[in-house]
């Protein structure tokens, strides 16, 4: 177990949130690089277009920015490198389970 001191500036009760570390490029246009560490706060749902944290298998948590088109969700990598994820409305595994609150840079 590793611990990591996280500006708190924006952020209430710690018990709110949780981190991940940035894996890849994918989302480079959004200024995160691999190796960042991402502060998400704990929630089931985004807006349109804010970046989240998803889970679309069992295993696999990834940061992607979400982007409802008639009634289309895709998670959208932030790097025109990649294609968006088109999440299949019958998956079960698919869920939101936060949002975007704090990068803190990988020096």
Known sequence: LEYIPIPSKGLSN???Y???IADGDSMKDAGI???DLLVFEKTSRVD???IGCFFIDENTAMCKKLTIVNNVIML?????DYQPIIVD???ECFRCIGR???V???F
Do not use: T
């Open 14 to 16: 710690p018990e709110n």
């Open 18 to 20: 949780f981190c991940q």
């Open 33 to 35: 690089f691999d190796g």
């Open 48 to 50: 349109n277009n804010a």
């Open 76 to 80: 959208m990598p932030m790097n025109s």
């Open 89 to 91: 409305p019958l998956n």
């Open 100 to 102: 975007l609150k704090k």
């Open 104 to 106: 803190v840079k990988d």
